[in-house]
Each structure stands twice: as structure tokens, then as C-alpha cells.
């Protein structure tokens, strides 16, 4: 299964130099084989017998981090939607991008993502999910802003870049604090542990932040509002990303959480109520969008939300059609995308006011778009399969474990959201394919597409179909696996079209049909609601100023000093080091003194060191180039003294040397530096100067008298002088240290030297140059 | 005398940063002159002193000075010594080209 996953992110490597090397082929046409093959690799799973399989690669053991994969009915369903419709994408995309785009990008991107969800879905490692959970945003992020020139994607991308991170950051958090109660990071371990976790003091918090990073993936409301903006991505990857599979990884996470958290009833209601909200918001909403990609976004949100609420009903019924609903909404709504971006390809705009009357000029995208948008409404036709995951929706509503408030409303905002469903949907094809034709407002003569686009959503329809006309016919090799890995008690469902009339789903779905109709035709008179309702309450506003107010604050802290005053920035970096290194110093008792083992003061030391402190000292306040010079030049060579007393022979003449040279070179320069001034500081100033020197300079005194007075570990210095003779064969052991023990680090010392000589070198040369012209 | 030694040298740390904190750029030059004889002589001392002879393996001698602080500040002082004279270059640089040596000066242009 490694392969499987990684193909995609091997084969993107060599995407960039296909695409350059065979101009003339569509990339489109290498890539269309990796999902392909993944796709028949995996469809053998498809069984009555199927049982999980799981392997493990080893890649961090000792934070338990491991390429854990684990393959269930869940997964297998997830996988294979991935490259299923990544197949029929890729093969959409080769008709629908000319060859002038930068291909080889798109690709990378597509395939990068790819791997990214094969990854979230197959993991069992919850930081290895969360590794691929983020590089799906980033390459969700990537695709979006494909066309980088439109100020539109860049905003789309970012949005959904923000919001989605955030979740997953927040989603990370959860998956820490479930790894410490647990004590493992293996999902399946954590559900066998479902006990522990259910009664741990942090289960609030564990459910909030997973279910942000769920719902913010999933786009439920208020996360919502990236989708729409993410329309801006070319059309396959809206069909693929945003709606078949990326907006899902978030169901699949709730999904494979729900074992363990579908015993609280804190889970019921809040993934019941935000789905169930999100339906009915994402269905009203959806019906005053003039784009036809933004109807398909909102309608995609509310289809989230509607498998979203199943998911948090938990009950096997529920189950078994939010299962069946994630099958059902992947053929229906890819085909609608594909359908859109024919529409979008051939008359040159998504404008639903400018369209109209496209029926007899693009009669087969029309034909596959009236089953897709009768499918998406749940007309009660028995080739639909739409119809069959409604009802079933409609069946679990009526059937709650729960008996709250919050339950008994529900079958109603189920119809509800439902009704507008269904509106949306007569809008979305009678607004394009009837009605009066509009054609000297379209850019472009309309025609029917080339037959390679009309593969993909051909194939997709036909899913919808046969799912339609054999309902049960998927059941139990593959839906009934995916079930049972969400709600281990799921039993076989036969899906049937007729109950009889007295079935209470099949009423709700024909008052959904016939007050959809009603509000469909009327919809000019009651469009004035929206209006009121969102009106100006709109969480867009709400991410837009946050952002802007994000910008102009961190802006101005930044300035705030970032002031381009390198002395200012020196000082801030002093105190800090001053403050956290003396209250580190202070908390710790780091502070010790001893006056034990110290060596003997003899009066020539101590005159040299107090010619040296006056020196020092002296360096503030000279005003002459020259005197500056000899006072530093009394310092150094007071160090080098001090060197030969305390029997150090070489440094002490490497010191003497180096000083030497030093004083020639500072002599050189001084001639052609200004003369010293006094300082034309504020008195303020100069004693914030003093404080922070002073305190720097106490502090070393401080922690050296600390380090001296403790003594923690054995010298190691006596390896060095019992081996100098014995490995490095020589008898001076600081020369023997410098050239053979640490050889390399005087290799690079010397590299060093190297370099500042040439700088030196091209320093003074450049300004040679530069006279000359 | 090692607790002298620290005295001193945290005298050439604050005489340094004071120098540091100044804005004309030989007196920034001079202080980091300071700066690493300040933390030449702190190495030093870490090594205890005058705790035997010279660490020149000789017979009969079993006492020496830790060698390795000694090894240490010998690389410092050379890499010090490069970079107080690219320091020195640089300066001499800087104000023939700004007509200035005041930090405060140098502050390159707004959104550089």
C-alpha cells in the first residue's frame, strides 16, 4: 500500500521534465494512468469476504511515528473514490486545459495531492494523518491559486489556505491530547481504548478541536465560506478537490472517529446540529448564486452538511446512508462540475443570467446534466440514485436514538433544506438549458463539446444510474464494509424504491418535490428575502476584516521596532539575554560561590590587571584616534602578560603577534577615519548605555565565579595530556589538540581567515575600480 | 586571584558593550577588540590557574595548566584578530562611501 501512495509523489518528480521534453503529448496523458492503476490495484479488495488489512513501515519508531496503513471498508471507499474520479478528472482535464498552461505544474500539484489523500484516508498513525491532512491544504492551496495572475484565485487561495490550516492545527492539538491519554498514536489502539478516552476530564476538548479540524475541511458552517471562493480553481480540480474528495477527508475524519466518540451525547449534537444547519444554509444560499460553479459550491456545502448530520445521528441506519450519500454525491456532483466547465469551455462564461435555451445547442452535456441536477434534488425516479441516500436520509431523521429538542426538530430542517435542494437544482438546468437563448451576450459561439470531455461525466452518469436502477446491488462487497468500519453494528440494508405509500420518507420526499416546485416557479417574488436574510450579515465580512486588522496590527508592532537603528537592536537583544539570564540564574539558586581551590595573588598580577581595568575603562573616554589606539593596545598586550604568568606560552605569543598586527592596521585605518567626538548622547541615554554594560558585565562576572565555584564533572583535559604523546605523538598538547585531535575545526579557521582576507581584499580593490571610471 | 581575573574581565564585557552601544563605528570597532579579550581571559579561567607547569609534556613532570581553554582561545584569537580587521576595512569602507561613521546615519532607505 506504500506504493500506492507514494507512485503519485514519484511520479510527480519526473512530471517536470515530461512535460518539457514532449511538448506535442498533453501531460495529462501520463498522469491519467497513475490513478488509473491505483484504481485497479485496489478495486480487487472489493468483496463480500473483505477483511482489513493493515501493514507498517517503520519511519520514526522512537516517537511512535510510523507509516502505519490500515485499509477497511472505510478507507477502501475512500480509495477508491480518490482515484477513481482522479482518473475520470485527469482525463476531463486533458481536453479542458489547453496545452499553453503550465501543465507541468498543474500535474505536480494534482498528484501531490493525490498522495496527500490517499495518505489522510489509509493512515492509522494520527500524526502521520496529520502530515498528509496539511499537505492536502497546501496542495488544495496550490491549485486553487493555478491561475496566479487573477487576484480572485490568490484571495480564493488564501482563504481556504487560512481556514483550513487553522483546523488542521487545531485538529494536530486534539490528536496530541488523545496520543497522552492513550498512550499510542494508532487510531484503531485509540478505539479499542474508546472507555478511557470517554471518561478523560479533557473530552470536550479532544471533540472541539477534532471536529474543527473536520469542519473546517469540510467546509460545514460558519467554515463554509472558503468553498465558494475556491471556485476559482480551474473546473477538474473543483470536481475533484472541492467536491468528490478533499472537502470530504473531513466526513472520513468524523467518519473514523465516531467509534469512539458516537457514545457522547456532546458528539449527537453538535455534528448533528452544524450538519443539519449546514444543509439548510448551504441549500438557501445556493439559490441566489448567479455563478454556475459558486451553486455548485454551496450545494456542495449542503450536501457536506447533510452527510455530516448522518454521521452525527450514528445510529446504523444513519450510518449505513452517509455512507451511501458519499458514493451517490461523488458521481452526481462530479458530472455536475464537468457539465459546468463544458458550459464554462463552449459559451465562454458560469453567468446563469447570460445563459439560457443551451438544450438543443449542447444536447449532451444537457442530457447528462438533467440526470445529475434530478439525482442532486431527489426526484423520486427509480434510475436515480440520488433519490435512494434521500429517502434514506429522510428514514434516519425519523429515527434518532436521541429524544431532545434538537431531535424532534430535525426531520423538519431536513425538509426544509431539502425543499431548497431541490430548488436549486430546477434553477441550476432550466436556468442554462431552457428558456429564451441569449446568444449575442455569451463571448463565444456555443457548441457541443468534444467528445473526451463528455467521457468522464458519461461515465459518472452512468454511476448514477446503475446505482439508481441496482441499489443493492454494491451492498454488501462494498458499503457494507465502509458501514461497519464506522458503526461496528451495521446490518445489511436492502434499498428498495417502493414502501408503499403510507412510508413516511416517501411523503417527506414528495413534499419536498412539491413545495420545491412551488418556490421554484415563484422564486422571482420571494427573492427579496435574501435581503434580509443574510443581508449584511455575512461571515465573509467578518474573514475580511479579521485580515485586515491581522495586517495592519502585526505591521505595526513590526515598526514598532523595526526602526532601523542598529544600536536600538543591540540593546533589545542585551536585556533580554541580561533578563533571562539572570532570572533563570535567580529562580534556579544558579548562583554559587566558593572560595575554596583558588590560586594565590602575587602583586605583579594584580598590577597588571589593575593597569589593564583603567585601560579599559579609559577607551569610553578618550577623544584621540592615537591615545585610543595605545590604550587598547596597553589591554592587549596586558592579556598577552597574563597569558605568559598563567603558563599559556603559545597563546601568549600568538597574542603578542596578533596584537601587533592589529595596532599596525588600526594605525593604518585611523588615518583615514574621522577623529573620535564626544558623544552627543542625551544623558538619558547615556545612562541606559551604562546600566545595560554594567549589568552585562556583572552578569559574566557572576556566572564565571558560579562555573568556577561548582565543580560537576571530571576535566576532561587529562585525556588530552595522557594521549598527546600516545595518539597525536607530540609533546606541546595544545599544539597537538589544534592540529590533530581538532584538526578539522583549525581547517576551518584557516577557511575562515580565507575569507575575511578576501573581503578584505575586494573591499578595499572595489573602491580602486570605482576611482578609475 | 581567578575571581580577580573574572572582575577584570567583566569589566572589559561592560567596557565593551558601552563601547557597542556607541554610534561612531571605530568606537564600535574598539569595543568588539574588547569583547573578545574580555572572553579570552573568561575561557582562561574556567581552566583554573596556575595549577602546574606549562602543558609541554616533559619527564618528571606531572602537574601541567589545562591545556584545552588554551587551545580554545588560541583559535579565538586568530578568528578574532579577522574579524576586528574586516570590522576595521569595513568602516573605513563604510564612511568613504557615506560620508559618515554615525550609526544612527546608517539606517538605509524606508522599505529597503
Known amino acids: ?32 494512468f497513475v490513478p ?96 498528509f491532512w496539511e499537505l492536502t491544504s497546501i496542495s488544495s492551496f496550490l491549485l486553487i491559486g493555478y491561475w496566479h495572475f487573477k487576484e480572485r484565485s490568490r484571495y480564493g487561495a488564501l482563504k481556504s489556505m487560512l481556514i483550513t490550516i487553522f483546523g488542521g492545527l487545531s485538529m494536530f492539538g486534539g490528536f496530541i491530547l488523545l496520543s497522552v491519554i492513550t498512550n499510542t498514536t494508532s487510531i484503531q489502539a485509540m478505539i479499542s481504548q474508546a472507555d478511557v478516552i470517554l471518561s478523560s476530564d479533557y473530552l470536550p476538548l479532544i471533540l472541539a478541536l477534532i471536529l474543527l479540524g473536520a469542519f473546517t475541511k469540510s467546509a460545514q458552517f460558519p467554515f463554509h465560506i472558503w468553498l465558494p471562493d475556491a471556485m476559482e480553481a480551474p473546473t477538474p480540480v473543483s470536481a475533484y478537490l472541492h467536491s468528490a474528495t478533499m472537502v470530504k477527508a473531513g466526513i472520513f475524519l468524523i467518519a473514523r472517529f465516531s467509534p469512539i466518540f458516537s457514545g457522547y451525547e456532546g458528539f449527537f449534537i453538535t455534528v448533528s446540529l452544524v450538519g443539519i444547519v449546514t444543509l439548510c444554509w448551504g441549500s438557501y444560499m445556493a439559490v441566489r448564486q448567479t455563478d454556475l460553479k459558486a451553486i455548485l459550491a454551496f450545494s456542495t456545502i449542503s450536501q457536506l452538511g447533510m452527510i455530516m448530520a448522518m454521521l452525527g445521528f450514528g445510529t446504523t441506519a444513519a450510518v449505513f446512508a452517509a455512507v451511501f450519500h458519499i458514493l451517490n454525491h461523488a458521481t452526481f456532483k462530479g458530472s455536475l462540475f464537468m457539465v459546468a466547465g463544458i458550459i464554462d469551455h463552449e459559451t465562454g462564461t458560469r453567468d446563469i443570467r447570460k445563459l439560457g435555451g443551451l438544450f438543443t445547442l449542447l444536447p449532451i452535456s444537457a442530457t447528462l446534466a438533467l440526470f445529475g441536477t434530478f439525482s ?3 426526484v423520486p425516479l427509480p434510475f436515480l440514485n440520488g433519490f435512494y441516500s434521500k429517502e434514506l436520509f429522510f428514514d434516519a431523521t425519523l429515527d434518532l436514538e436521541s429524544a431532545s429538542l434538537l431531535a424532534e426538530l430535525i426531520p423538519y430542517l431536513a425538509v426544509l433544506g431539502s425543499i431548497f435542494t431541490f430548488v436549486y437544482s430546477m434553477y441550476f438546468f432550466f436556468g442554462v438549458f431552457t428558456g429564451p437563448k441569449q446568444l449575442n451576450q455569451l463571448p463565444k459561439k456555443p457548441h457541443e463539446a468534444p467528445f473526451g470531455m463528455l467521457v468522464s461525466p458519461i461515465i459518472l452518469v452512468l454511476g448514477v444510474i446503475l446505482i439508481g436502477l441496482f441499489p443493492s446491488m454494491i451492498n454488501a462487497p462494498f458499503i457494507q464494509h465502509a458501514a461497519e468500519a464506522v458503526n461496528s453494528n451495521a446490518e445489511y440494508h436492502k434499498i428498495s424504491f417502493w414502501h408503499g405509500w403510507a412510508y413516511p420518507p416517501l411523503i417527506m420526499s414528495l413534499i419536498v418535490v412539491v ?17 434580509v436574510l443574510p443581508g449584511k450579515l455575512s461571515f465573509n465580512r467578518v474573514y475580511n476584516s479579521l485580515i485586515s486588522k491581522l495586517d495592519t496590527y ?38 554559587t560561590f566558593s572560595a575554596s581551590n583558588l590560586a594565590d595573588i602575587t602583586v605583579i ?47 601568549a605569543l600568538t597574542q603578542f603577534v596578533v596584537e601587533t598586527i592589529t595596532v599596525a592596521l588600526f594605525i593604518l585605518c585611523f588615518y583615514h577615519l574621522p577623529k573620535l567626538r564626544k558623544t552627543d548622547d542625551s544623558g538619558g541615554s547615556k545612562l541606559m548605555n551604562a546600566v545595560i554594560a554594567i549589568s552585562f558585565g556583572a552578569m559574566m562576572t557572576l556566572i564565571g565565579i558560579s562555573a568556577h565555584s561548582t565543580n560537576l564533572f571530571d576535566v576532561i583535559s587529562d585525556y588530552f595530556l595522557e594521549t598527546s604523546y600516545k595518539l597525536g605523538g607530540g609533546d606541546n598538547v595544545v599544539n597537538v589538540i589544534l592540529v590533530d585531535m581538532r584538526g578539522l575545526d583549525t581547517l576551518f579557521e584557516i577557511a575562515v581567515l580565507g575569507i575575511a582576507a578576501l573581503a578584505i581584499f575586494s573591499l578595499i580593490k572595489l573602491k580602486k575600480n570605482k576611482e578609475a571610471e | 586571584m581567578e575571581i580577580i581575573i573574572l572582575i577584570l574581565s567583566g569589566i572589559l564585557f561592560a567596557t565593551a558593550i558601552y563601547n557597542l552601544l556607541q554610534k561612531q563605528l571605530l568606537r564600535i570597532v574598539i569595543g568588539t577588540a574588547l569583547l573578545s579579550h574580555g572572553a579570552h581571559l573568561f575561557i582562561l579561567t574556567m581552566g583554573k590557574l596556575k595549577t602546574g607547569q606549562p602543558p609541554i609534556l616533559t619527564d618528571g613532570v606531572s602537574e601541567y595548566t589545562d591545556p584545552l581553554p588554551q587551545a580554545l582561545i588560541l583559535t579565538s584569537i586568530v578568528i578574532s584578530f579577522g574579524v576586528t580587521s574586516l570590522l576595521l576595512v569595513l568602516a573605513y569602507r563604510t564612511t568613504q562611501e557615506n560620508k559618515t561613521d554615525n550609526m544612527e546615519q546608517l539606517r538605509g532607505k524606508a522599505n529597503e
Open chain 1, 376 to 378: 442532486m434534488a431527489g
Open chain 1, 36 to 131: 488509473f492503476f491505483i484504481f485497479l490495484y485496489f478495486i480487487r479488495f472489493v468483496g463480500e469476504d473483505f477483511t482489513p488489512i493493515r501493514q507498517t513501515y517503520n519511519w520514526i519508531p522512537s516517537l511512535g511515528i510510523n507509516l502505519d496503513f490500515y485499509l477497511d471498508g472505510l478507507s477502501l471507499l475512500f480509495v477508491l473514490l480518490i482515484s477513481g474520479i482522479g482518473s475520470l478528472v485527469v482525463l476531463y482535464s486533458i481536453f479542458y486545459l489547453d496545452k499553453q498552461e503550465r501543465l507541468g505544474h498543474f500535474y505536480v500539484y494534482l498528484l501531490l495531492f493525490m498522495t496527500a489523500m490517499f495518505g489522510v484516508v489509509l493512515s492509522d498513525n494520527v500524526f502521520v494523518l496529520y502530515t
Open chain 1, 515 to 531: 413545495l420545491g416546485l412551488a418556490l421554484f416557479l415563484t422564486r422571482k417574488k420571494w427573492s427579496g428575502i435574501y435581503k
Open chain 1, 605 to 651: 598580577e594584580v598590577s597588571v590587571v589593575i593597569i589593564m581595568a583603567v585601560a579599559a575603562i579609559a577607551t569610553i573616554f578618550t577623544k584621540h584616534n592615537m591615545a585610543a589606539l595605545l590604550i587598547l593596545g596597553v589591554v592587549g598586550y596586558g592579556v598577552a602578560l597574563l597569558f605568559v604568568i598563567y603558563r599559556a606560552p603559545d597563546i
Open chain 1, 1 to 32: 500500500m506504500i506504493f500506492a501512495v507514494l507512485i503519485p509523489l514519484l511520479v510527480a518528480c519526473f512530471i517536470p521534465t515530461i512535460s518539457k521534453a514532449k511538448s506535442k503529448i498533453h501531460t495529462g496523458i501520463f498522469t491519467f
Open chain 1, 554 to 591: 502585526s505591521a505595526g508592532i513590526t515598526n514598532s521596532y523595526m526602526t532601523g537603528s542598529l544600536k536600538l537592536y543591540m540593546s533589545l537583544i542585551l536585556v533580554t539575554m541580561i533578563v533571562v539570564t539572570t532570572s533563570i540564574m535567580l529562580f534556579t539558586n544558579g548562583f
